[in-house]
């Protein structure tokens, strides 16, 4: 889903929850590519008008949080407020380095504090928090694995691995 009309739409054909995500954000709100450019208040503003549209639970990337545990903390009450049920927050460094093609990734300490701030920032026990990482693509199964279950300690509700490259 990526707008009001997108999300009636997908009620109307009987989906149970949405997708709204970083990339289509960028698309339908700035008419460019996912460069990491879309403010949070301006993806917070879509989710709002996504949600007022109809009753289909939104799930939404919160991409990385917006920075650090600190912004993850105002990411999750913004975007509670604007209505989702569940968000992913990522654990992919950014800003990318200069000529760098693929994000590298935070440490796996980091990415704990990331998801604990976003597990603390919380006020309703029904939203649901998903550590996502793309370690699979970027750092390999041993990593990501690592990863998952230092998330799952954590706290985290659930898990979202993205960009796998191998039936490992």
């Known amino acids: 889903m990526y707008d009001p009309i997108s999300a009636r739409i997908a009620e109307e054909l009987g989906f149970e929850v949405g997708m709204f995500a970083g990339s289509i954000g960028s698309f ?11 403010t949070l208040t301006e993806f ?9 549209a109809g009753k289909l639970p939104v799930m939404v990337d919160a991409d990385h949080g917006y920075g650090n545990a600190l912004n993850v903390m105002r990411t999750v009450q913004e975007l509670e407020s604007a209505g989702v049920a569940a ?7 950014l800003p990318r380095e200069f000529r760098e093609k693929k994000p590298g990734l935070i440490s796996i300490e980091e990415g704990v504090g990331k998801m604990r701030a976003a597990l603390a920032a919380r006020e309703d026990p029904s939203l ?3 550590g996502r990482t793309s370690a699979p693509a970027l750092t390999g199964t041993e990593d990501a694995v690592a990863r998952a279950k230092a998330y799952v300690q954590a706290g985290v509700d659930a898990l979202f691995f993205a960009g796998g490259v191998t039936r490992e």
Do not use: F, K, M, S
């Open 28 to 38: 339908t709100v700035l008419g460019a590519p996912d460069l990491i450019v879309l």
């Open 128 to 130: 649901t928090i998903v």
């Open 44 to 52: 917070a503003q879509q989710v709002y008008r996504i949600n007022r």
């Open 87 to 93: 968000l992913t927050i990522e654990d992919t460094q």
